[in-house]
């Protein structure tokens, strides 16, 4: 048994064919396959059922690759060790970040990380919760940065900050008139929501505890998939919507003044960094942590975690 069939037998587990698995790799599928093979010989045992497509582990497959990965990350952490030893960080970080923080976050932080920590590479992908954490778990990224709690077994949370969440409302909207709101002051029938799927819109649904969001029906029903969507329609239309504390920062004088506050305690929401439980890059992670945390506003270091609404 070897570290190189052990990581070959993950590579197949994570992608689920013998040429996408051996292409990660860098090697040729014939010795991907033939490396396989020779560990399931030497295990007296069959790690993959090659009968289903995409290709799946056996029930003693499965135990052997999650044992599988935890040794390859007990030999990542020594060459974390080392790295730490002599001062210097370096490798590659993979990243998962829901598309309601991407835009707004990233540019808070990621110049400064590359200038302080120049030998270290960010993949940076924009995806939703539910695959953040499938992702994780098949460890084809390293981290998550997203909005909690999710209460997801096997996945460890870290809160970087409390966000909090603010109204955008038309000046033709009756909401516009208030100095601070209410969610039972919020018409679901003129409320914008993101498109199913977002962590964001669940949010939404539970603050305003909206059931249906119309009892007579519309004429037009539409579901954003970004935030900048939604502020675009409440501008233009007689509507309002929800913004998290981030996408507001970048708002003009006019725009501003669209902005209202709900009545205190202020909801909020949590954003955190999210690994699984047998992360490896411990010291790279911890940095990001450091980089995000000393980069977001004085403000938002500030807010308290009195109202969390659920995801």
């Known amino acids: 048994m070897t570290f190189i069939q052990l990581e070959y037998i993950v590579a197949l587990d994570t992608w689920r064919h013998f040429a996408l698995a051996a ?5 040729t599928q014939p010795t991907l396959s033939m490396q396989i093979q020779k560990l399931e010989r030497e295990l007296a045992v069959k790690i993959f059922d090659r009968s289903k497509q995409p290709v799946v582990a056996t029930e003693a497959g499965g135990a052997i690759i999650e044992q599988a990965r935890k040794i390859l990350g007990e030999r990542n952490q020594i060459d974390e060790i080392i790295q730490e030893k002599k001062g210097v960080l370096t490798g590659e970080l993979r990243i998962g970040i829901i598309p309601t923080l991407a835009p707004y976050l990233l540019p808070l932080f ?4 590359n200038k302080k920590y120049p030998n270290v590479k960010l993949l940076v992908k924009e995806m939703m919760t539910e695959f953040i954490v499938s992702r994780l778990r098949e460890g084809r990224i390293d981290v998550g940065i997203l909005v909690t709690p999710l209460q997801e077994a096997g ?23 208030k100095q601070y709101v209410l969610a039972q002051d919020i018409d679901p029938n003129k409320l914008w929501l993101m498109e199913e799927g977002h962590c964001f819109r669940s949010q939404i649904v539970n603050l305003c505890e909206l059931r249906k969001a119309s009892e007579s029906g519309s004429h037009f029903e539409y579901e954003a998939g970004s935030i900048e969507t939604l502020r675009r329609m409440v501008e233009l239309n007689d509507g309002i919507t929800i913004l998290p504390e981030l996408t507001t920062l970048d708002l003009s004088k006019s725009q501003q003044q669209l902005i209202r ?12 960094i999210v690994v699984h439980r047998d992360f490896v890059k411990k010291r790279l ?18 807010n308290k975690s009195e109202y969390i609404v659920k995801v």
């Open 23 to 27: 292409e990660k790799c860098f090697v």
């Open 110 to 113: 990621v110049q400064h990380f």
């Open 155 to 177: 996945i460890k949370e870290h809160v970087l900050f409390y966000e909090e969440l603010m109204v955008y409302v038309s000046r033709k909207n009756a909401a516009y008139k």
């Open 261 to 272: 506050q709900f009545r205190k305690p202020a909801p909020m929401r949590e954003v955190s």
């Open 285 to 302: 992670i911890e940095a990001l942590k450091e980089e995000i945390i000393a980069a977001i506003p004085e403000k938002l270091k500030k």
